[in-house]
């Protein structure tokens, strides 16, 4: 009997423990997208719509397996989820040409100045204050941006990585504000299926507009890409939230560029220079910084 108060705490511990497992399981998975990317000799459009295609089916799959309603609710939630599948799109594509311009690591810590746009953006889509202290959260991510290359040479591939991964953060942070309003309403994996559909018809074009003769080649990477980054990472990431504050999920999820250089160092023999460390430092820290204080 003495041992009975001790085993509660103890198998919550165990609980909470697991949860945190997986939810960096999750961005570990997610955080292949920038290897894949990178390494995808395709036009990005084409990866792109392929990604969405396949993970689609697998989503669907699993909404179905689970029960989850794929009903839309009505016309007004139909143009808000056409709208944000088109900064989804955007953001997926700009990040991909990212990828391919410049290396891993500049184009995911470029990706993650999203959480101080989303900040500096958020008072234009509901009634949130401004709050002051992102000015300074964003000087630190200007300069960090500004580490990260300091030779402004719109002929540089590095400086044309980082400019399309701030249009890619920007496209991220405009479809995370649409979305938010519709996440009480709706499963997130139903979010996200609708999110794959739109995409998948809106990028159809790109199948023939675009050589995609090598697509053969390619194949079991982008399959790695829909199944292992998409539908599996980005599912495990959403259900996660049933047990963690935002806020906590994204100081987690600020961990994606920290294991993306690592597998782009292993899969690609990408090395970090100084200035990618120093500048990836102080973006992080933001996302850090700026988590820790929506806890209050």
């Given at each position: 009997m003495p041992l009975l108060p001790l085993t509660k705490p103890?198998?919550?511990?165990?609980?909470?423990?697991?949860?945190?497992?997986?939810?960096?399981?999750?961005?570990?998975?997610?955080?292949?997208?920038?290897?894949?990317?990178?390494?995808?000799?395709?036009?990005?459009?084409?990866?792109?719509?392929?990604?969405?295609?396949l993970a689609l089916f697998l989503l669907l799959g699993y909404?179905?397996?689970?029960?989850?309603?794929?009903?839309?609710?009505?016309?007004?939630?139909?143009g808000a989820f056409v709208l944000s599948a088109l900064f989804m799109a955007s953001h997926w594509i700009t990040y991909f040409i990212a990828l391919q311009l410049s290396s891993v690591a500049i184009g995911m810590l470029a990706l993650?100045?999203?959480?101080?746009?989303?900040?500096?953006?958020?008072?234009?889509?509901?009634?949130?204050?401004?709050?002051?202290?992102?000015?300074?959260?964003?000087?630190?991510?200007?300069?960090?941006?500004?580490?990260?290359?300091?030779?402004?040479?719109?002929?540089?591939?590095?400086?044309k990585g980082i400019l399309?991964?701030?249009?890619?953060?920007?496209?991220?942070?405009?479809?995370?504000?649409?979305?938010?309003?519709?996440?009480?309403?709706?499963?997130?994996?139903?979010l996200m299926f609708f999110q794959l559909l739109i995409i998948s018809i809106i990028l159809l074009p790109a199948l023939f507009l675009y050589d995609t003769s090598n697509i053969s080649t390619q194949f079991p990477f982008v399959i790695i890409l829909a199944l292992v980054t998409t539908a599996i990472g980005h599912t495990l990431f959403?259900?996660?939230?049933?047990?963690?504050?935002?806020s906590t999920a994204s100081i987690i999820g600020s961990t994606q560029p920290i294991f993306g250089i690592i597998i782009a160092f292993f899969?690609?023999?990408?090395?970090?220079?100084?200035?990618?460390?120093?500048?990836?430092?102080?973006?992080?820290?933001?996302?850090?910084?700026?988590?820790?204080r929506s806890r209050k």
């Open positions: 103890t198998k919550v511990k165990d609980q909470h423990l697991k949860h945190v497992l997986a939810l960096t399981f999750a961005t570990l998975l997610i955080s292949t997208s920038g290897s894949l990317g990178r390494y995808i000799s395709m036009p990005a459009p084409v990866t792109i719509w392929w990604r969405s295609f909404c179905k397996y689970k029960n989850i309603t794929l009903k839309i609710n009505s016309k007004r939630d139909l993650f100045t999203f959480p101080i746009m989303t900040a500096f953006l958020e008072p234009l889509f509901s009634k949130t204050k401004f709050d002051y202290m992102h000015l300074l959260l964003g000087a630190m991510v200007l300069l960090g941006i500004y580490i990260l290359s300091p030779e402004l040479d719109f002929q540089n591939d590095s400086v399309f991964g701030l249009l890619s953060a920007f496209c991220y942070a405009l479809r995370i504000l649409i979305l938010k309003q519709y996440v009480t309403s709706y499963h997130g994996s139903s959403i259900q996660s939230l049933n047990h963690f504050k935002v899969f690609l023999n990408e090395i970090p220079t100084w200035n990618t460390f120093f500048g990836g430092i102080l973006i992080l820290s933001t996302v850090i910084i700026e988590s820790l």
